[in-house]
DNA sequence: TTTACAAAGATAGTATTACTATCAATTAAA
DNA sequence: TTTAATTGATAGTAATACTATCTTTGTAAA
């Protein structure tokens, strides 16, 4: 039995449903590679197109500019990535080993899931690391969220802000908390890369030490008085 | 007596040393009050040229193009911080009060200070929280970095980072705390202004619970026993 | 007082980007 | 078999991100 993983999109994120049709798998499947290769400033539409033997309004009949393609492909990561928080939780009786995994899954380097074979997973968290937060940081941040754009991102923060509660009912800023390991994730690990003076592991450069710092200050956090 | 601030800057952030000239200071001072009003991608140097009433050529002389021109206005804050910092935490005994101050100063809506003529300090305070990080998340980080035009930035982090370890010598993350601190200064407001779901305070919009949320976050992780 | 030289103004031009429009060919569904 | 949807092919436009050149202006040394 082989299990395919399809996310519903929000609808307003692309002008003709790129699963629907094989050119639309190739746009979603090799935008990733082009961004991934040389950054979001560089991609563009006509370089997409000749990759995969279209033309740009071949593109554009898909997506209404480069900008939602990026947020449809980082709200696809963001979708992806709950589920998978979901599967590895699930079977966890404990919240602090839940946060644990989660912590361990948003900061892990990805080995590609063979779960869908027009995404590669690991391009994709590695694109959503360095351009992520440009999806969001824009004029027009308002209007996008009117329309529900960054619903998986919101979801999967209250549900680590959830099992936060769970931990301990009483600490007072769970979604804060949850924002600042979701991003500081990414961040210090892009740090670590290539500014490695903004961080404790610049010579290491391992996944794990990110791992450890984030730990270190959820639980601290979480739990001031008891720890050792 | 009164006293203006200079900021030395690298000088392979610009071509020509802007602050030496009427149209160099012209460029800084409507670069900041454009980029502010309607956000860096809809900035260019041919709308900068129209404002002060040159052309897109004079910008040009000064500097090599729009990123560059990010950089050093974000640079220039990043300095213009660290003196801040360092004036208010000076006669200060307490690393722990320090601490505390310079959450105060990088969460805080800053009220146009008059020390400089040619720079609005809160409107550029404004630009860092939205688009500071484009300064960094781009392909060429490295070569950037390696021209040294993030030094400002990564002083003010080890600045931080010392007071940090004065607080308490044996804590294993002082640069990425310090690094986590800055961050989520600007993203906390942000997401609190823009994307209030991932706040606790979405509905109050008050500077003072992001201090509160970092005060907690910091003094957690330096303290894990000591506090209530 | 002339010379000269740096800064700025004026104008032009190019390659690329980010689109929009139109029409014909192909395929799939009714 | 007709119709409708999808794609391909081509063209075109306004704006962006530059580069180049030439002239004018102000200042400062000879």
């Known amino acids: 039995m082989e299990l395919s993983l399809q996310i519903k ?10 699963e629907e ?3 639309g798998r190739e746009i979603i499947l090799h935008s990733i590679v082009l961004i991934h290769k040389a950054g979001f400033e560089s991609f563009t539409f006509k370089k997409l197109a000749e990759k995969i033997g279209t033309t740009e309004a071949g593109i554009y009949r898909y997506f209404e500019n480069k900008h939602r393609l990026l947020v449809y492909i980082v709200s696809w990561y963001w979708s992806w990535l709950e589920f998978k ?12 080993i839940k946060l644990k995994k989660i912590i361990e899954i948003l900061a892990t380097q990805v ?3 063979v779960n869908t074979k027009h995404v590669d997973e690991r391009l994709l968290h590695e694109i959503v ?3 992520g937060s440009k999806a969001y940081l824009t004029r027009h941040v308002t209007d996008d969220n009117k329309q529900r754009l960054f619903k998986p991102y919101k979801d999967l923060c209250a549900t680590i802000a959830a099992i936060i509660l769970e931990c ?3 600490y007072k800023y769970p979604r804060s908390l949850s924002s600042t390991i ?3 994730a990414h961040y210090q690990n892009f740090f670590m890369h ?3 003076s903004l961080t404790d592991f610049g010579n290491v450069k391992d996944d794990r030490k990110v791992i450890g710092f984030l730990e270190d200050l959820v639980f601290a956090s979480l739990f001031p008085v008891k720890r050792k």
Chains 1, 2 share one sequence.
Do not use: A, C, G, W
């Not at 999109?9 to 790129?18: A, G, T, V, Y």
């Not at 928080?85 to 602090?96: A, L, R």
């Open 129 to 131: 690391r360095m351009e």
């Open 85 to 96: 928080v979901m599967v590895h939780t699930n079977n966890i009786q404990s919240p602090e």
């Open 168 to 170: 301990n009912p009483k």
């Open 182 to 184: 979701i991003e500081m």
């Open 21 to 23: 049709t094989e050119l």
């Open 9 to 18: 999109m929000n609808e307003k994120l692309f002008i003709r449903n790129p």
């Open 194 to 196: 290539n500014l490695p």
């Open 111 to 113: 080995k590609d899931d």
